[in-house]
């Protein structure tokens, strides 16, 4: 079974602070995902990762940044929180080749920015 | 035009009748196909994939896929309460070095007992 977890699952930050979320996945997987979701706008995906040390931007990277360190560990770093990144935030791992991927999703943090 | 389309419900169906959920998608060289059910207040749980046109079953969910005309859809069989929940259909799209999903809206399923 593919685990994917990630450090919390809700979390109160204010707004300027510096914010960490982290995922960890125990499958030996490539490629690493965050992706937010919000209420009518669907998943949307901000960074992703194919391997260590390496990273691509999504369609809404501004205000994230990622490191993925190790294979299993990809950060999602919030530089400066706004209340605009109050959402749920979904990490994703990946696995099946480059055209027949299959994302796999943790269980998700709700993030409330005051 | 949206890259994925779904109809975003609610989709309101009776105990024990077949659920019809439909998507399309725009990028004529997408390869696979996913569905993904997402309860309230938790993340996306993959339901089934396709690759091929034809049908695909998998105990009461079957997923169709016609890459001609650009849809793919889920049916699931003998509905059930415990299968109201927000349905996501999905779309692989090669990118560089691998690939992403582009997912749609969602459609919100509700069964009445």
């Known amino acids: 079974d593919v685990k994917v977890t990630q450090s919390s699952r809700y979390l109160v930050k204010r707004t300027g602070e510096k914010v960490f979320l982290e995922c960890v996945q125990d499958m030996d997987h490539e490629n690493m995902f965050w992706y937010r979701q919000d209420p009518g706008l669907g998943l949307r995906l901000i960074y992703f990762?194919?391997?260590?040390?390496?990273?691509e931007k999504g369609d809404i990277p501004e205000g994230y940044s990622v490191s993925r360190e190790k294979k299993e560990r990809f950060s999602l770093i919030l530089e400066s929180a706004s209340t605009n990144q109050t959402s749920m935030y979904l990490c994703?791992?990946?696995?099946?080749?480059?055209?027949?991927?299959?994302?796999?999703f943790g269980p998700g943090t709700r993030l409330l920015v005051l | 035009q949206k890259e994925v389309e779904q109809n975003s419900g609610p989709l309101s169906v009776p105990e024990g009748a077949i659920a019809s959920l439909n998507c399309t998608y725009s990028?004529?060289?997408?390869?696979?196909f996913f569905w993904y059910r997402q309860y309230s207040g938790k993340s996306p749980e993959l339901i089934m994939f396709i690759y091929s046109n034809g049908d695909k079953e998998d105990g009461r969910f079957t997923a169709q896929l016609n890459k001609a005309s650009q849809y793919v859809s889920l049916l699931i069989r003998d509905s059930q309460p415990s299968d109201s929940a927000t349905y996501l259909c999905a779309v692989h799209m090669i990118y560089n070095q691998g690939g992403k999903l582009i997912f749609g809206q969602g459609t919100e399923l509700s069964v009445k007992p």
């Open positions: 990028d004529r060289g997408s390869q696979s």
């Open positions: 990762s194919y391997d260590v040390k390496m990273k």
């Open positions: 994703a791992t990946g696995a099946g080749g480059r055209e027949r991927e299959t994302q796999y």
